[in-house]
């Protein structure tokens, strides 16, 4: 078993390369570097990129990356059946990768080494002065409109055919953990799963990955981390001003609680600002809910969960 850091970087294909960082600028990413044919985007962590836009004719999703903690554990993945060998990265941070596969045929690479760069300034959480606990004395709430800052990759959720078989890949392979299943009357035939990487006693995301059963595998969106509820508020009016094409949002999630809000790219896929999600360790206890839209969030605009599903 491999021992996954975090998920680290997502590669999208697009035809209109321009079109695309056009969107992202808006969105809250910043271009970090760029050749002819990659944009490299960024965050306002230490990743140097979290985000790579390769120009090609038709868009598609090219892969998704995790961060394994040592060298050891990119070796244990090319001795993995079907493995590449270990490969230098051609990118700023340099570093290596394994390129490896999962059930549904999707690029998984394995990745090491990578430097980190220094973060951007961010704005700092703002204080909430809730009813029964005032924090907040003599000074005012002024949070700047504009892109709501994405500070770092969170979570990708996949649309998968043969949930069974990528569950078995995610929990052995990469050593994810259950955080919760959507299941019907049976515990061992989830429709979806939300899986966390196992980081013993340290707290990590609800969900790093999350599949979901459907009739053709496919990535359903990616999601990126904001700092509070008003950088998800501005961020969605400033897309709305610039007359991005909304998804769903702003709304709060039932598993995993966070504050989410979903646009379309210009290519069609979907991403999502997140923030205020849960946090799990390796002791957190494996949820099992059952139900269909009631399963998908607590407030937000209306939305069934064929809906939300049924995007491809
Ligand atoms: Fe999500």
């Known amino acids: 078993m491999l021992r996954v850091k975090d998920i680290h970087h997502v590669v999208y294909r697009h035809a209109d390369l321009e079109a695309l960082e056009a969107f992202l600028g808006d969105f809250g990413m910043v271009v970090a570097s760029r050749d002819d044919d990659r944009v490299f985007f960024r965050g306002a962590c230490s990743a140097p990129y979290i985000y790579i836009a390769e120009r090609a004719e038709t ?3 090219g892969s998704i990356a995790f961060e394994v903690e040592s060298r050891d554990d990119l070796l244990k993945a090319a001795a993995l059946e079907g493995a590449s060998e270990v490969q230098a990265l051609d990118r700023p941070g340099g570093g290596e990768r394994v390129i490896l596969h999962d059930p549904a045929g999707r690029q998984v690479d394995i990745v090491h080494g990578i430097s980190t760069v220094a973060p951007l300034p961010m704005r ?27 500070l770092r990759l969170g979570h990708i959720a ?52 999350a599949l979901f059963g459907a009739p053709r595998d496919h990535v359903h969106h990616s999601s990126f981390e904001v700092q509070d509820v008003d950088s998800q508020y501005l961020g969605n009016q400033w897309l709305t001003q610039r007359a991005w094409t909304p998804f769903w949002g702003v709304g709060r999630h039932l ?3 966070q504050v989410f809000d979903y646009w379309y790219d210009t290519s069609g896929n979907i991403v999502e600002h997140f923030t205020d999600g849960d946090l799990y360790n390796r002791e957190s206890r494996t949820g099992y809910v059952e139900g269909g839209s009631n399963t998908l969030y607590q407030w937000g605009p209306d939305m069934a969960i064929e809906d939300f599903l049924g995007h491809e």
């Open 255 to 257: 598993l995993g609680s």
């Open 124 to 150: 700092p959480a703002l204080t909430y002065n809730t009813a029964d606990s005032k924090q907040r004395f003599g000074d005012t709430q002024r949070p700047e409109p504009g892109p709501a800052q994405i």
């Open 59 to 61: 868009p598609s999703f």
């Open 158 to 209: 996949l649309g998968v055919q043969d949930l069974h078989a990528n569950l078995q890949w995610y929990t052995t392979v990469l050593g994810m953990l259950p955080s919760d299943m959507v299941v019907e009357e049976q515990r061992d035939n989830p429709h979806a799963v939300f899986l966390r990487i196992d980081r013993g006693d340290d707290w990590t995301d609800h969900h790093t990955v």
